[in-house]
C-alpha cells in the first residue's frame, strides 16, 4: 500500500467537529429514509492558493461522482492538474436504495463546501453515506490520525454481559465483511440483556480485502471505547464501524400478510411490463444505423458523433457486477496487473468459483476516445464469434471505470515469446499454427463474419496464446465496419507504425488490404524472432522488410529463420520458404497485389509451394533512405500501442 500523502498528513491533524443532533429512532420504516443524519466531519488544515480553480474543479469531481453513485452507490473522480486538482470518492450504505443513497449524496456535497469551503480536503460522514475530496490521491488509504469514535446514548445496566456481546458482535461483522466484499451487518442477543445487539461494518470500495481488514481491527479498537454505552461509532479514512441497541438498517421483514403478497405480485408484473416498454423504446432509440455508423468510423477525417454509452447498447454473455471484479482483481492490484495500455490497465481476475478472466480498466474520463473505443470494442467482439478470436465474457459499465472481461489466455501475448525472455521456445509447428490461427482469424474478420471487419492493429502484442498456444486476436479498439458496396474508407490512421499499410499511412485510404499487410509484418517477425525494427542491427538488416526482401532475391531467404529453430528436428524448410513468400505477397506496396486473407489461408493449407511471385515495392527504397520511418507521414495517425506510442487498449500479457 502507498505511502499516505503529505498533503493528507495534515488533513489527518485536523480535528473533526463532531456535530451529534439527538439520538434518531431509527426504526424499521417502509418510507424512504435517505439517514442524513450527520456522523462527523473534518477539514483540511490547509487551505487552497487558489480558490477560483480549487472551487470549479471540485464542483465537476461532484458532478462526474453523481452519475455513477446514483445508480451504484459508489463512485470516484478526478479532475484538473498540479495542486490545483480534486480527487473524490463517494460511498453509500449497501442496505440504502438508489434514491435514498442520491438524496444522501446530494446532501453531502451541499454541507461539505459549507463547513470546509476553501480547504484543500474535506469528508462529510452520514449514517447513510460518506463522501471525501483531496487535492491528491487517497483512494487506498486505510488509515490515518484524524479517526475518531462517537459514542451516544446512556450505559447498559449489565455492562460487563453488554461488553462481551458486543465484542462477539464485532468480531462477528468483522469476519462477515472480509468475505462479503467490505460490507456486513448483524444483531446478537443474549440471555439478561432487554435488547439485541445490532452492528453494521462497511469498508470504501476502494480497499484491498486486507486493507480493508487492517481498518476494521483498528476501528474495533476505537468502538470498544464506548463499551457499556448503548451506541458507539468509529470513524476512519478507509472504513466505518457501528453497534447499537437500535435496529439502524434495513431489516426485511418476516411477515407475509396477503395484502403485502398482492403488493409484491402487482409490483413484480408492473415492473416487468415496464421493462418490455422500455425495451421496445431502446429498440427504436437506437436502431442499427447508429450501430454502425459508430464502428464504420468518420469518413473524409470528420468525427463521429459523441456517443453515451448505455448498457442497453451491448450485447454480452453476462453483465458483471463492479464489486465483484474488484474482489477478482484484489482492489485492482499491481501484483494482479497482467498488462498496460495507454487509457487503461490489464488485470487477471479470480473469482471465487475458481474461473480466471482477464480484466480490462478503462479511463473512460481520461479521453473522449476511449469511449468511443469502449463502445467499438464491446459491440463488435459481442457480435462476432471465432475461435481464433479472443472471447468477451462480458462487461460492466456501473462503477467508476468501464470494464471488459476476457476469457483468461495463460500464455499471454506472442511479442512475450517472440521477443521477450520465457520459459516456453516455440518450435516452428508452434510458429506455423499461430500463423495458420491467425489468418482463420482475419479471413473470418475480413470476409466471413455477419459485418465485414477490419482490425487495423494486427502486431504480436495482439495476438494472444491459450493453453495449447493457439491463436485468438485481440484488442478491437480501433477495428472498424467496412460496408459492402464500397472499395474503401478514408478515415484518421489508426495502428502501430512499421505494421501499417503505406497507403494507409500516407493517404488513409482504408481497405482489407490493410489488415493483409500487417499480418505479413506479423509473418515475418513470427519467422525470423526480432521486431520489425530493430536499430542495434547494421544498416542492411535494420528493417525486417528490407532484410527480408533482400534475402529472397537473392534466394538466401532461409537465412531470415530465428537462430533458435536452427536444428529443430521438425524444422521444414520448404514449408518456411513457402511462408516467407506469402508474406511478401501480403507486403506488396499496391494493395492490388496483395492476396485475400481467405486466398492467404488457402496457400497456407496448401501442399503446393508454387504461387505468383512477389515483387520489390518501390517504397522500400523511401525507407531505406530516410532511415526507416521518417519519409512516410504518421503525423495523422491514431496513437497504438508502441514502444513509441502507448495508446492504443491492447490485452498485451506479461507474465508474473
Known sequence: MRRPNSNIVPFSLALYLLLISAVPNFVLRTKADPRITEAGHGCSLINTTNPSAFSENRKTVFSLLVKNISSTGFATASHGNGKDSVYGLAQCRNDLSMEDCSKCYATATEQIVIYCPFEIGARMIFEGCFLRYENETFFDQALDGGNSNVCISYSSSSPKLFNETALRLLADIKSKAFKNEGFATSKISAKGLQTPIYGLAMCRRTLTTNSCDVCLQHATKLVQRCFSLQDGRALDAGCYLRYSTLAFFSIPSSSSSPSKIVLILVGTFGGVALIALLMVFLIFRHPFRKFYTKLSGPRQHEEAEAYFITEEDFRWDHLFNYDSLRVATKNFDANMKIGEGGFGQVYKGIFRDGQEAAVKKLFVQKSSRVSDEFVTEVKLISAVRHRNLVRLLGCCTRGPEKLLVYEFMPNMSLDKHLFGNTAKQLS?????????????????????????????????????????????????????????????????????????????????????????????????????????????????????????????????????????????????????????????????????????????????????????????????????????????????????????????????????
Open 428 to 656: 516452428w509447428k508452434m510458429r506455423f499454427e499461430i500463423i495458420l490461427g491467425t489468418a482463420h482469424g482475419l479471413a473470418y474478420l475480413n470476409e466471413e463474419s455477419p459485418f465485414r471487419i477490419l482490425h487495423r492493429d494486427i502486431k504480436a502484442a495482439n495476438i494472444l496464446l491459450d493453453n495449447d498456444f493457439h491463436a485468438k486476436i485481440a484488442d478491437f479498439g480501433l477495428a472498424r465496419l467496412f460496408p459492402e458496396d464500397q472499395t474503401h474508407l478514408t478515415t484518421r490512421v489508426g495502428g502501430t507504425i512499421g505494421y501499417t499499410a503505406p497507403e494507409y499511412a500516407i493517404h488513409g485510404h482504408l481497405t482489407d488490404k490493410v489488415d493483409v499487410y500487417s499480418y505479413g509484418m506479423l509473418v515475418l517477425e513470427v519467422v525470423s524472432g526480432r521486431k520489425y525494427i530493430d536499430s542495434t542491427l547494421s544498416a542492411q538488416m535494420e528493417l525486417l522488410l528490407e532484410w527480408a526482401w533482400n534475402l529472397y532475391e537473392n534466394k538466401e531467404a532461409f537465412s531470415l529463420v530465428d537462430r533458435r529453430l536452427i536444428g529443430e528436428p521438425e524444422l521444414n524448410r520448404e514449408e518456411i520458404l513457402k511462408v516467407i513468400q506469402i508474406a511478401l505477397l501480403c507486403t506488396q506496396g499496391t494493395p492490388e497485389l496483395r492476396p485475400l486473407m481467405s486466398k492467404v489461408v488457402s496457400m497456407l493449407t496448401s501442399n503446393t509451394t508454387v504461387f505468383a511471385q512477389p515483387s520489390r515495392p518501390a517504397f522500400i527504397d523511401n525507407y531505406s533512405t530516410s532511415k526507416g520511418l521518417s519519409s512516410v507521414n504518421f503525423g495523422q495517425m491514431e496513437p497504438s500501442s508502441t514502444a513509441t506510442s502507448q495508446a492504443t487498449l491492447s490485452i498485451s500479457f506479461e507474465p508474473r
